[in-house]
């Protein structure tokens, strides 16, 4: 494992970044399984799309209209 | 006419006494010239009842009585001692005769008034302890001027002046030999005024004032400067005041008689020896009352007196010598220094006091200065002997004197203001000549250099033109002669050896501790006051505009082997390398150099950039703060980027130089603060970008984002944390940048204070006039002020520019606090045109990131990443 700094430090880069079109729009269209869009293998992956998810259930007309 | 008869008492039996030699309608007896006054019957009667009880008292043998009283004395069986009247009661007996003289026959005056004066005479030289102890100075003097009016009927004024007068020193002199302080500093007081009044006598006397001499009350009328200094020295008055009765007050007092004697006749060289015995075994108070009175009468010496002052202090041994002692040998030789001639026709001709004798000092023609300087020998310029103590001060300050630190300085100090005076001009040449042969020797090298140092800055005038007393020439002279930079860095060389030596066998030694600078390694001076010495006097001489000494790269070398690779101490290299480095002038506006400009890109390569030179692992902050000062310095010589106000700077040219080493540092400096600073200058580098290089930014942009991923694929694949880290502070902080977040993260206290007042900025943009209303605090920065206007329009950072006042702002002033801008709007944006095949958002670096799913993946393997045994 990293220090807990050096991994802070890069999802630090990760939120600062707009979010990536191509997993957001795997997300919103769900077109293949669950289990591969929320991938468990890699934990940060799966938080990054949660967070997308969210974004989408608090705002989801927004998203629908873009 | 009167008639006795007339009279209610029979009274008198004739005119024995009075009224014999005039008519009593005159009121008494008149000199020859006077007019008789108009007198009215009342007043003839008057005065005829006076004579009448005149005679009346005489023929009762009052007068008798009277001068019995008068003259009384007698021998007090108790103390043995002659007692006489009081002076008060003297003194109203004086009254009743002197109001009656005039009445008084001729033959009964002769009989009174010379046993009057003989009365008084004795009054005044029987006056015991005991009667100083009650007696009034005032009431004594009240007495003598009585006695004065009254006996300056009867004889010639210039007889009783002459009694009384000295009759008046004599009585001082009383007061000043009693057991009384209070008495004591009377009597010294009144001796004083008696010599003020004696310099007034002697000065209408030499301009021929004689109406005024007659008449004038202050001045003396008998007493003159001869024989009053006579009076001191028959009475022993310097003996009585330095002798065992020695007193500070009465030592202040008397300082001004012994110039007053030093001024008109010479002081006597018994005076000397005792006042030079008068300091032994004295308390401090006392002997500095003392020193002051011998550097007071310094310049009133004659040369025998000079000579014989000075083997006196010769003689002290330096073992014993203290900070007054010091005292006595800076005035002592500041005050005997030969005078220049115009000095003396000055003088001389300002005081006939002078004119019957010349003292020493005064009147010695200096030829000192009578030549040229130039290539002839110092040493034969001049001759030390003139100069009274100055060798001796020369040698108290050497690390070989045997006086401690404290001392030796206090003896630099008083030498460099004495080699500032006029006289000294050929003096201070040698003096220069003599420290200059000890750097040579590394001989107490540190102080020679701050007196060559104080000599040249203060004695010298800057000029550019060549002349005996310029800076110009006389640098040009020292340098010809010992080669000034070259003698300077041995001696540093040399010095850092000896203190490294001392260093070695001391145990608490370690680069980090900086106490031991503040000890003394070598010499008399702590390390400090060495270094600094030393550099504070090679910045003067290269730094002097007028005569043109520089550094060439092999004695910048040798510094720097001293200072930076071989530092006995961090806070050395810290030190050095800000002298080092250039320095920017608020005052002026200016930038100044220690090195010359066309050396500083051999000094960038083959210093700054030499890791055998300057360690990029360890790189300290100061050591950084260098590096960029002279990574500026070059490019701009170069004409690679543009300085401007605030130090700030812009890039002209992309492959500007250092930019290699720079990113060297990057990826080696272990220290945090100062890798924060290399990043700081690589974003910068990056982002403060001319208007001509706008077709490259974005690209330039790719290639660091690219470059910081690289450095986190990289540390992926080789499992370097460290390389990891710094590709992300890298991007983070050009991310910071980009987006206009400040370094300013602090807030001042007055901004502190003002904080809470917000405005609602009007911001337009042009040419669609499309208005927006952003809120912004006084104390944010004009980044936060860009960020929140990109956020209302939804504009990235770098898609607009921003006017105010219709003037660009540029980015460069993003750190500026916005309450120092001053201006509350409207401001203006005007979308900046994308460059022809980018996308305008896509320049933004996070998209650069963002839209890049290698970049992505690579965030996420990072974080997910079992990277076990990785640093």
Redesign the interface.
């Given at each position: 494992m990293y220090f807990v700094d050096t991994v802070k430090l890069i999802w630090d880069v990760l939120m600062r970044l707009p979010t990536n079109e191509s997993i957001k729009r795997k997300i919103y269209k769900m077109e293949e399984p669950c289990e591969n869009i929320f991938d468990q293998k890699n934990i940060y992956r799966m938080l990054y799309c949660l967070h997308i998810a969210e974004d989408f259930i608090y705002d989801r007309e927004k998203e629908r209209t873009k | 006419m009167y008639d006795r008869k007339d009279l209610p008492l029979k009274v008198s039996k004739g005119r024995e006494y009075a009224g014999k030699e005039y008519e009593t309608v005159y009121f008494g007896r008149m000199s020859e010239d006077d007019v008789p006054p108009y007198r009215s019957d009342d007043e003839t009667k008057h005065s005829n009842f006076i004579v009448e009880l005149i005679n009346v008292f005489g023929e009762l043998g009052g007068f008798d009585e009277w001068l019995r009283v008068f003259t009384y004395k007698a021998i007090d069986p108790k103390t043995n001692e002659q007692t006489v009247l009081p002076f008060k009661l003297m003194t109203i007996m004086l009254s009743n005769i002197t109001a009656i003289y005039h009445h008084l026959n001729q033959d009964l005056v002769a009989k009174l008034v010379p046993s009057i004066k003989e009365a008084i005479s004795l009054r005044f030289k029987v006056i015991s302890n005991r009667d100083i102890k009650d007696l009034d100075k005032e009431i004594a003097m009240k007495f003598l001027q009585k006695a004065q009016e009254l006996l300056c009927q009867y004889y010639k004024a210039q007889e009783i002046y002459e009694f009384l007068e000295v009759a008046e020193l004599e009585l001082a002199f009383k007061f000043l030999t009693c057991q009384y302080l209070e008495k004591r500093l009377k009597g010294i007081n009144e001796i004083k005024e008696i010599s003020e009044k004696i310099e007034f006598h002697e000065h209408l006397a030499r301009t021929g004032n004689t109406q005024v001499l007659l008449t004038s009350t202050k001045c003396t009328k008998y007493l003159n400067a001869k024989l009053f200094i006579k009076w001191l020295v028959d009475n022993k008055f310097f003996e009585l005041i330095l002798g065992d009765s020695i007193h500070i007050e009465i030592i202040k007092r008397c300082s001004d008689i012994l110039k007053f004697m030093a001024k008109y006749e010479t002081i006597p060289l018994q005076i000397i020896d005792l006042l030079w015995s008068a300091c032994e075994g004295k308390h401090e108070a006392i002997l500095r009352a003392l020193v002051g009175m011998i550097v007071d009468i310094s310049s009133s010496l004659t040369k025998e007196g000079a000579n014989r002052l000075h083997a006196k202090i010769l003689s002290l041994p330096q073992e014993e010598l203290n900070e007054i002692h010091l005292d006595l040998i800076k005035g002592f030789a500041m005050y005997t220094l030969p005078q220049e001639e115009e000095t003396i026709s000055f003088h001389s001709s300002g005081s006939t006091a002078d004119s019957g004798k010349s003292n020493y000092f005064r009147s010695k023609v200096n030829n000192v200065n009578s030549s040229l300087e130039g290539d002839k020998d110092p040493s034969k310029e001049v001759d030390e002997k003139n100069f009274f103590c100055v060798p001796l001060l020369w040698n108290l300050m050497q690390d070989s004197s045997h006086v401690n630190s404290h001392l030796a300085e206090v003896a630099l100090v008083a030498l460099s203001s004495i080699l500032k005076e006029r006289p000294c001009q050929k003096l201070r040449r040698l003096y220069l000549h003599k420290a200059l042969e000890n750097v040579k020797k590394h001989e107490s090298a540190s102080q020679c250099l701050t007196l060559i140092y104080a000599i040249l800055k203060d004695s010298y005038y800057d000029t550019q033109f060549e002349y005996e007393n310029s800076l110009k020439s006389i640098l040009k002279e020292l340098d010809t002669k010992f080669g000034l930079l070259e003698l300077l860095i041995a001696e540093i060389e040399s010095y850092h050896a000896r203190a490294k030596k001392a260093l070695e066998s001391s145990k608490d030694y370690n680069k980090a501790n900086t106490a031991l600078r503040d000890t003394a390694l070598v010499g008399k001076y702590t390390y400090h006051v060495n270094f600094s010495n030393h550099l504070e006097f090679l910045e003067f001489l290269i730094s002097y505009e007028n005569y043109s000494l520089d550094l060439s790269e092999k004695l910048v070398e040798r510094l720097w082997d001293v200072f930076i690779v071989d530092a006995l101490f961090n806070e050395d290299q810290k030190l050095f390398l800000k002298w080092i480095s250039p320095r920017y002038n608020a005052r002026t506006g200016e930038t100044n150099f220690i090195l010359p400009k066309n050396e500083a890109q051999t000094f960038f390569i083959n210093i700054l950039s030499n890791k055998n030179k300057l360690d990029p692992e360890n790189l300290s902050p100061e050591g950084f703060s260098c590096f960029n000062s002279y990574f500026k310095v070059i490019n701009e010589l170069e004409g690679n980027i543009r300085t401007g106000k605030n130090a700030a700077f812009k890039v002209l040219n992309l492959n500007y130089l250092g930019k290699q080493q720079l990113w060297d540092l990057f990826l080696t400096c272990k220290n945090r603060e100062t890798l924060e600073q290399i990043v700081r200058l690589i974003v910068e580098c990056h982002l403060k970008l001319d208007d001509s290089l706008e077709a490259q930014k974005n690209v330039l942009w790719e290639e660091l984002v690219s470059k910081c991923m690289g450095y986190?694929k990289e540390g992926y694949n080789n499992k370097n944390?460290l390389l990891?880290?710094r590709g992300?502070?890298l991007?983070?902080k050009f991310?910071d940048k980009f987006e206009g977040k400040s370094d300013n993260t602090e807030k001042k206290p007055e901004e502190g204070r003002i904080s809470s007042y917000s405005f609602n900025i009007a911001v337009v943009l042009r040419p669609a006039n499309i208005s927006k209303t952003v809120q912004i605090s006084l104390n944010q920065t004009i980044g936060t002020l860009r960020r929140k206007i990109s956020e209302a329009f939804e504009l990235n950072i770098n898609e607009f520019k921003l006017f105010g006042k219709s003037n660009l702002i540029d980015r460069e002033d993003d750190d500026k606090i916005f309450h120092h801008v001053g201006f509350t709007g409207p401001y203006s944006i005007q979308k900046i045109q994308p460059v022809t095949g980018s996308e305008g958002g896509a320049a933004h670096p996070?998209?650069i990131?963002?839209?890049n799913?290698e970049y992505?993946d690579l965030?996420?393997a990072?974080?997910?990443?079992?990277?076990?045994g990785?640093r």
């Open positions: - | 986190l944390e990891i880290n992300v502070l991007l983070m991310f996070k998209n990131v963002a839209s799913p992505i965030l996420f990072l974080l997910s990443s079992d990277n076990s990785m």
